[in-house]
């Protein structure tokens, strides 16, 4: 901020390990950006400056689901981090009041730099191309399932099969080609050592491949519920 005293930002997914997981990459810019809330399923309480939304299977920003981050009490600027640049989503999200968009492709260093402009006034898009990302781009942070050896992506998609959407619901959730999304099944169930949708189900369940609970006020008392389905 103008005055030198670092944004205070509260980072929001349903995923424990992926809000922690981004706290840790921002963690080198402290004298920067001071993330003073982590949150899965919960309405951000503290008073921020912005609120970092990371779309790791949630809802896209043209979904209802969205808008209860938007109605947060006192959310700041929003700013959705997110794979999914498509065009579209990028207006639907400007349209309901973001204030940035930002592909999981930018650095940390380059997140953070987009975070202070947004905080200076800025409407934020980066990248600014309207090209789609890779089928499996850079993927900055932590997931579940990372430490079985699954992609970002392909985490993605089994969380999804966990809690029990068809393949149509996930292309639909995560704008990928059907022939993505099950490219990225199959790559999954290798390395996963399944080989059917029920035995994936299970391995999500036993993996932790479903949403949490939690709250985390950095400055102050750590309270998180038991994970669902755990």
Known sequence: M???????????NDFEVVVRGLHAMLEPFGE???????GAQVDVESSVDLTLYDT??????????????????DPGAIVVYTWNVDPALVEIALA??????IGKTVSGAELVTALERVAAGEVVVEPA???LPTPEPHSPGDWPGRA????????????????????????LRTYLSINSVKTYIRTAY??????????AVRWGLEHR????TMRDDVEGEEAISPQAGA
């Open 209 to 212: 491949m479903t949403p949490d």
């Open 32 to 38: 920067r950006i001071s993330v003073v809330e982590l």
């Open 129 to 131: 191309s309207s090209r």
């Open 56 to 73: 790791f299977s949630e809802p896209q920003v043209d979904g209802e689901e969205f808008d209860d981050v938007l109605e947060s009490e």
């Open 96 to 101: 309901k009041g973001c204030r940035g968009y």
């Open 148 to 171: 079985e050896g699954l992609s970002a992506r392909e985490a993605e998609i089994i969380t999804l099969i966990t809690q029990g959407l068809t393949n149509n619901d996930i292309a």
């Open 2 to 12: 103008s005055d030198g005293t670092p944004l205070r930002v509260a980072l929001v």
């Open 190 to 199: 290798r390395k996963m050592g399944v080989t059917r949708r029920s035995q």
